[in-house]
Nanobody
Framework: QVQLVESGGGLVQAGGSLSLSCLAS????????MGWYRQAPGKQRELVAT???????NYADSVKGRFTISRDNANNTVYVQMNSLKPEDTAVYYC???????????????WGQGTQVTVSS
């Protein structure tokens, strides 16, 4: 069993900043990619940012230059620093981790429960 627990969501005014973190725990031997998705009301879940175990990152065009993803491999934690927030960033943010237990040959994706980010105008 693997659990991902997010923290750091909340309410912020437009132009403000928030930082989210996500800790993965359980039967984990290694983690490949980690990252964040978000889902706004009435919309599909969309990719925000991803980062590999080697530190290579990718971002959605809508957040490039404003969001920064990072991770602590030793502690199985992924972060996203969100600056210059806009009302359209309002959504539930979900973290994920592609992990495998010792002896397994394939990776499985697990998700966090989600954390609400609300940006007021």
């Amino acid at each position: 069993q693997v659990q991902l627990v997010e923290s750091g969501g909340g309410l912020v005014q437009a132009g403000g900043s928030l930082s989210l973190s996500c800790l993965a725990s359980g039967s984990i031997f290694s983690i490949n990619a980690m990252g964040w998705y978000r889902q706004a009301p009435g919309k599909q879940r969309e990719l925000v940012a991803t980062i590999t175990s080697g530190g290579n990152s990718n971002y959605a065009d809508s957040v490039k230059g404003r969001f920064t993803i990072s991770r602590d491999n030793a502690n199985n934690t992924v972060y996203v620093q969100m600056n210059s927030l806009k009302p359209e960033d309002t959504a539930v943010y979900y973290c994920y981790a592609d992990h495998r237990p010792w002896g397994a040959s394939h990776y499985t994706r697990s998700w966090g429960q989600g954390t609400q980010v609300t940006v007021s105008s």
